[in-house]
């Protein structure tokens, strides 16, 4: 062969292998083989990748259908039965020859067992090996509500740890109390409150144990407030923060002490109780000297320090609540 009919036939081998080439790289058949995503009008589906592993959904193990998901069924030596199912509203897939079956609720596993038993039931197969793969995943939204950073819907794909939701929502405020309520709704409409304890920095495993489920709604509660009014010199309301617990003597504290015109001997607790109100001397001097054991005080006590020790006794417990509904609030270190 001369050297330029070498020359031809190189070129010509070029030329081919690069349409070649361009025809891989646009064909999604192809495509797929090479590890990509094959695109199609409805949906992308993620199709094997020989050049590395697939990322797969966190929580996926512990998914459970719901309506809205795409499921590509299989059953293993019947290649005519593989099919498409959508779980409908009422959380149901048709399948073919068997017609309904309820999966809402159930993990992959059951809900392949699921199938199965109906298709024996139905006498249509003997011992059918049913796989079901998520072809499209409707992620519920959960509420995360009250002293977060950042309160609003979150989208959750399986059940996930207490601790993890409230890191989606950007944590705790440190107006947090330590009440935080889960609100859940069941399959049958049957609404649930569940009260969860946790003080910032304390025990983390209440976290790590309570699951919050997609749908849920989770409530941070806001710290409990005490009123610290009188002869101090701050006196207003104070977030009973770091546990929810505040001492007559922490909260006088948190006040600044009491002024030089207090009568610290006596201080005065107004406390409601249902409709009305109750109220109770303290032996704050005793107290602020290891004397007497501190008293603590409940959400929305109004702790009342005296100018002097007669005007103890005259206090008058609706004045007492009305200054504090007036008062600054701040918040205890």
């Known amino acids: 062969m001369s050297t330029r009919n070498k020359a031809m036939y190189a070129t010509l081998a070029f030329a081919a292998s690069a349409a ?41 193990d512990k ?66 090996q049913v796989t079901l793969n998520v072809l499209q995943f409707a992620p519920t939204n959960i509420s995360v509500l009250g002293e977060v950073q950042s309160p609003g819907r979150v989208q959750l794909l399986a059940p996930e740890p207490l601790g993890d939701v409230l890191a989606l929502a950007g944590g705790e405020t440190i107006a947090a109390g330590k009440d935080i309520e889960i609100q859940h709704t069941a ?26 489920e997609p749908g849920d709604t989770v ?3 806001r710290a409990g407030i005490v009123y610290v009014l009188g002869a101090v010199s701050r006196p207003g309301g104070y977030l009973m923060v770091n546990g929810g617990s505040l001492s007559v003597v922490q909260a006088v504290a948190l006040a600044g002490g009491t002024t030089l ?17 109750i109220q109770f001397k303290v032996p704050l001097s005793k107290m602020e000297t290891g004397g007497a054991t501190p008293v ?9 320090v005296p100018v002097s020790t007669w005007k103890a006794v005259l206090v008058n417990g609706s004045n007492v609540i009305s200054a504090a509904t007036a008062a600054a609030i701040y918040r205890s270190q």
């Open 63 to 128: 998914l459970r259908l719901t309506s809205g998901y795409l499921l590509q069924m299989d059953i293993y030596n019947v290649p005519e039965m593989a099919t498409e199912l959508r779980v409908d509203e009422k959380g149901f897939v048709t399948v073919p020859l068997i017609g309904a079956v309820h999966v809402t609720g159930d993990t992959l596993p059951q809900a392949q067992k699921a199938i199965a038993d109906e298709l024996v039931a139905k006498e249509i197969l003997k011992d059918p």
């Open 296 to 304: 603590q005080l409940e959400w929305n006590d109004a702790l009342y």
């Open 187 to 212: 399959a049958d409409g049957k609404q649930t409150s569940q009260h969860v304890e946790y003080v910032r920095g304390g025990d983390t495993a209440v976290l790590r144990n309570t699951e919050i």
């Open 261 to 277: 015109q207090a009568s610290a001997k006596w201080a005065v607790v107004v406390r409601r109780k249902g409709d009305s109100y």
């Open 20 to 60: 070649l080439l361009a025809a891989q790289q646009n064909s999604p058949v192809v495509g797929a083989r090479l590890g990509e995503e094959a695109e199609t009008p409805q949906h992308r589906i993620a199709l094997p990748n020989a050049a590395g592993p697939i990322a797969v959904p966190e929580g996926f």
């Open 219 to 221: 409530l941070v509660h």
